[in-house]
C-alpha cells in the first residue's frame, strides 16, 4: 500500500514541460510516465497517482530530472 501522505508535498502532475510521448516515445523522457500514465493522468484517482510517484521517486529519479530541468 501506498502511503498517501507522502505525496501530498508533491505537485498535482510530474510534468517537467518537455513531453515526449508527444514525439511518440512509449515513456517520458523528461518525466519518466508511460504513455498511458500521461494520457489518463487527470482523470487516475489519487491512489494511482501515489502508484506512479511512488515508481517515479525510485531512487530519487524525478527529483533529479526535475533538478535538471530547472539548470538549464
Do not use: Y
Not at 489518463?40 to 521517486?57: D, G, S
Amino acid at each position: 500500500m501506498v502511503d498517501m501522505a507522502v505525496h501530498k508535498c508533491l505537485p498535482d502532475s510530474p510534468c517537467l514541460g518537455f513531453c515526449t510521448t508527444a514525439l511518440g516515445d512509449d515513456v517520458c523522457k523528461s518525466c519518466g510516465r508511460t504513455f498511458e500514465e500521461v494520457t489518463r493522468w487527470i482523470v487516475m484517482t489519487p491512489e494511482e497517482k501515489a502508484v506512479t510517484w511512488e515508481r517515479l521517486n525510485k531512487n530519487g529519479w524525478w527529483e533529479a530530472q526535475r533538478s535538471a530541468k530547472h539548470v538549464r
